[in-house]
């Protein structure tokens, strides 16, 4: 049984930067597309980036030129640096990995609020 953890969320000023962390246990990391979501209250979750095992990446429109997505193999961690937060970046993010359509692995959230 995988597992992903969060970590690197926490209160900043607007403008300011966060990396969040992600590290996987088990063998789900290497060869898999890794995601990071985000939730706000009262909104639905939304893909802020993904990156696949190739090191191709996608990144919300909201996030582009902001966020950027990478992935160490040889740790097993997903990393999201985020620079010039605004406070609409302020949610519980995410890290996902998506191995099959029965086997869907999510982390527990990390809370990232962007003060004005």
């Known amino acids: 049984q995988a597992q992903l953890v969060e970590s690197g969320g926490g209160l900043v000023q607007a403008g300011g930067s966060l990396r969040l962390s992600c590290a996987a246990s088990?063998?789900?990391?290497?060869?898999?597309?890794m995601g990071w979501y985000r939730q706000a209250p009262g909104k639905q979750r939304e893909l802020v980036a993904r990156i696949t095992s190739g090191g191709s990446t996608y990144y919300a429109d909201s996030v582009k030129g902001r966020f950027t997505i990478s992935r160490d193999n040889t740790r097993n961690t997903l990393y999201l640096q985020m620079n010039s937060l605004k406070p609409e970046d302020s949610a519980v993010y995410y890290c996902r990995c998506p191995v099959s359509p029965l086997t869907d692995y999510w982390g527990q959230g990390t809370q990232v609020t962007v003060s004005s």
């Open positions: 088990g063998s789900i990391f290497s060869w898999n597309t």
